[in-house]
C-alpha cells in the first residue's frame, strides 16, 4: 500500500504549497535504532520511585507587588550532572535544576507554594558553553551565531506578568540569571516548570530541564484528599538511550538538518527513573500525573500485577479528580485515560481492594512503574468527596470573538516533515492574535494533519467546547468548514479548567478562553516539542483597549 508521503515522494509534488498529512509511523524511521539500548533488557521495579525535593526558598526579597512586604525567593540554578536512572546502568549525563540544599536533579525540586501567596525566583544558568544534543542551526532562532547553552524557565499554567513567563527570546547564557516574579493568584493545581529556549527547548528539556508546581488553597484543603506522603508526584518523560545508558537524541540523516518532527523513546522515566516501584499501603493515594515528554502520548492504565495486559476486573482502576488547571467538579471514575505533552491529570488511587498486590502502571504495551501494596489493613482517614470543585461553563454568548486557526504541516519531497506553522504563520509573522484583556473568545482550531496537536496557551486558561469532525480538502480548497460527523463535547475528565487541550487529526476543535491577568506579549503553540521548535509556535498579545 502507498502511503501518502510516498504518493508524494512519487508524484513530485512541490513542498511548501502543500498542507500535508503524515503517517507517524515513519516518522520514526528517522530514529538510529542500532544505536538504541533496548530497555526491556533492564530488570524491573528495583529502583524505588524517586521523590524530588521540595524547593525551599534560599531568602526573602520586597515583592514587587508590595515593597513593604518581604516575599520568598528561591534560587534555581540550570547545571550538568549526572544521575542513576537505573540501579545497572552507568549515571547518565543530564542538566537539571538545584536548589538550595538540593543539588541536581531530574525533575528539579518540587516547588509546593500557596495560591495568592507571591515568590520569586532566581533563575540561574550555570550550564556549562557547549550544548551536548544535536542542535539544528537551521531552525529558527538557533543560528550558529546564537549561544548553545542558552535558557529560560517558563512556569507552564502560571498566570504571571510578561515580564516573568519567559518568553522564548529572553534566554540568558551562562554566568547569568534573572528575578521572576509569580504572583501565584489562582486554583489550587499542578503546574510545571521548564525551559522555553527558542528552537532548543526540545533538547533543553530532553537534557531534563524540567520540575513540578504545586499551588495549594484552603478550598483543596477543604476536601480532605490524600495528603503528605501519600500525595506524589509522577514526573512521565520518555528517552532513548545509548548503549552506555546515556541520553540518545535522534538525528535526520541530513547532518546539516539534524531535526526530526517527533521523538519517541522506549525507556519511559517516572521521576527520572525507568521501571520503579513504590512500597503503597492499602488506602488512597493522590497521584499528580504529569506528561513531560518531548512527543509522546501515554495511554494510562492500571492492572492487576499478575495479569498481563488486561484491565482490573472490579470497576474503576481509579479516579480522576482534576485536570491541568485545577480540580473537577465531581471525581471520574476511569479504567484509563490518555495524557499529551504539557498535560496534567490529578488522580486518586485506591489500593484498599488490593491488599497484597502488585499493581502496574502502564501505556498499552508499555509496562511504566509498579506499585506494591502491603497487606496489612490501615485505617484510611482521607476522603474523596462526591463533589470537588464547581466549574461553571462559560456560555458561548459572552465570546466577543471567534478565531479560526488552523495546525499546518509541510513536507519536502521525500515527504518528510520540514515545518509545522499555526494558521500558516512564522514565528516572525506579525503578531496576529490580539485578545482585549477581560474579554472571551472562542478559538476553532482546524486540525488537516495526521496527528494529535497538544496546543498550549500561556498565560490563560480555557474550556473544551467540542470537537467535530471536517472534510479538510473541502477547507483546503475553499476555506470553508465542511462539517462530516457530529459535534462531540469533552469527555467528563477533560470538562474541568485547562491549558492544553489535543486538537485532534482530522478535527476541529474549540475552546473557550477568558484573556485574564495581564496585558503583554505571550505565545501559544504545540507542545510537542519538535513542533514547537520549528515554527508551531506564535506570539499573542493581550491588548487594553
Ligand atoms: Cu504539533
Known amino acids: 500500500m502507498i502511503t501518502r508521503r510516498q504518493f508524494l515522494h512519487y508524484s513530485g509534488f512541490t513542498a511548501t504549497a502543500l498542507l500535508m498529512n503524515r503517517a507517524p509511523a515513519l516518522a520514526q524511521s528517522t530514529t538510529v535504532k542500532a544505536f538504541t539500548l533496548d530497555p526491556n533488557i533492564l530488570a524491573k521495579f528495583v529502583d524505588p520511585l524517586p521523590i524530588p525535593p521540595i524547593a525551599r526558598p534560599d531568602r526573602y526579597q520586597s515583592s514587587p507587588e508590595n515593597p ?22 552507568k549515571p547518565t549525563r543530564m542538566w537539571g535544576f538545584s536548589s538550595q540544599g538540593f543539588n541536581s536533579g531530574f525533575p528539579g525540586p518540587t516547588f509546593d507554594v500557596r495560591s495568592g501567596q507571591d515568590i520569586l525566583v532566581e533563575w540561574v544558568n550555570e550550564l556549562p558553553g557547549k ?26 499554567g502560571a498566570k504571571t506578568p510578561p515580564e516573568s513567563d519567559g518568553y522564548p527570546e529572553s534566554w540568558i ?10 504572583p501565584n493568584k489562582q486554583d489550587a493545581t499542578m503546574l510545571w516548570y521548564h525551559d522555553h529556549a527558542m528552537g532548543i527547548n526540545r533538547l533543553n528539556i530532553y537534557a531534563g530541564l524540567a520540575g513540578a508546581f504545586l499551588i495549594r488553597d484552603s478550598f483543596e484543603d477543604s476536601l480532605n484528599l490524600p495528603a503528605g506522603k501519600y500525595e506524589i508526584p509522577l514526573v512521565l518523560s520518555d528517552r532513548q538511550l545509548t548503549p552506555e545508558g546515556q541520553l540518545f537524541y535522534p538525528a535526520s540523516p541530513d547532518p546539516k538538518s539534524p531535526w526530526v518532527p517527533e521523538v519517541f523513546g522506549d525507556a519511559i522515566l517516572v521521576n527520572g527513573k525507568i521501571f520503579p ?34 484491565a482490573s476486573a472490579d470497576g474503576a482502576s481509579f479516579w480522576q479528580i482534576g485536570t491541568d488547571q485545577g480540580l473537577l467538579p465531581a471525581p471520574v471514575p476511569l479504567q484509563e485515560l490518555m495524557i499529551a505533552p504539557g498535560e496534567r491529570v490529578d488522580l486518586v488511587v485506591d489500593f484498599g481492594g488490593h491488599r497484597g498486590k502488585e499493581m502496574i502502571l502502564r501505556s498499552d504495551s508499555f509496562v511504566i512503574m509498579q506499585f506494591r501494596v502491603s497487606a496489612d ?7 474523596m468527596p462526591a463533589a470537588l470543585r464547581p466549574v461553571p461553563k462559560i456560555p458561548e454568548s459572552q465570546a466577543v470573538k471567534t478565531r479560526l486557526l488552523s495546525l499546518n504541516e509541510y513536507v519536502n519531497r521525500a515527504g ?4 509545522m506553522l499555526l494558521n500558516g504563520k512564522y514565528w516572525h509573522d506579525p503578531v496576529t492574535e490580539r485578545p482585549s484583556l477581560n474579554t472571551i473568545e472562542i478559538w476553532t482550531l482546524i486540525n488537516p494533519t495526521d496527528d494529535s496537536h497538544p496546543i498550549h496557551l500561556h498565560l490563560v486558561r480555557f474550556q473544551i467546547l467540542d470537537r467535530q469532525k471536517y472534510d479538510p480538502s473541502t477547507y483546503q480548497s475553499t476555506g470553508k468548514l465542511k462539517f462530516t460527523g457530529p459535534v462531540v463535547p469533552p469527555e467528563a475528565n477533560e470538562a474541568g479548567w485547562k491549558d492544553t487541550v489535543r486538537a485532534e487529526p ?19 503553540h504545540c507542545h510537542i516539542l519538535e513542533h514547537e521548535d520549528n515554527e508551531m509556535m506564535r506570539p499573542y498579545e493581550v491588548i487594553t483597549d
Not at 547553552?149 to 512556569?155: D, F, I, K, L, Y
Not at 492499602?282 to 513531560?292: E, I
Not at 518528510?416 to 515545518?419: A, I, M, Q, S, T
Request: glycine residues 8%.
Open 68 to 89: 513593604a512586604v518581604k516575599t520568598p525567593c528561591y534560587r534555581l540554578a540550570m547545571r550538568p550532572f549526572e544521575m542513576k536512572i537505573h540501579r545497572d546502568l
Open 506 to 524: 482530522g478535527m476541529v476543535t474549540r475552546i473557550i478562553v477568558p484573556f485574564e491577568g495581564y496585558p503583554g506579549r505571550y505565545v501559544w
Open 377 to 383: 489493613k490501615v485505617n484510611d482517614t482521607s476522603s
Open 416 to 419: 518528510e516533515p520540514v515545518l
Open 277 to 310: 516501584y513504590l512500597n503503597v499501603t492499602a488506602r488512597k493515594y493522590r497521584f499528580r500525573v504529569l506528561n513531560a515528554s518531548n512527543g509522546r502520548f501515554y495511554h494510562l492504565s492500571l492492572t492487576d500485577g499478575a495479569s498481563a495486559n488486561g
Open 173 to 182: 547564557v551562562p554566568g547569568k540569571s534573572v528575578v521572576y516574579h509569580y
Open 131 to 156: 550544548h551536548f544534543l544535536p542542535i539544528d542551526h537551521n531552525v529558527m532562532g538557533a543560528g550558529a551565531d546564537q549561544p548553545e547553552s542558552r535558557a529560560v524557565v517558563h512556569v507552564h
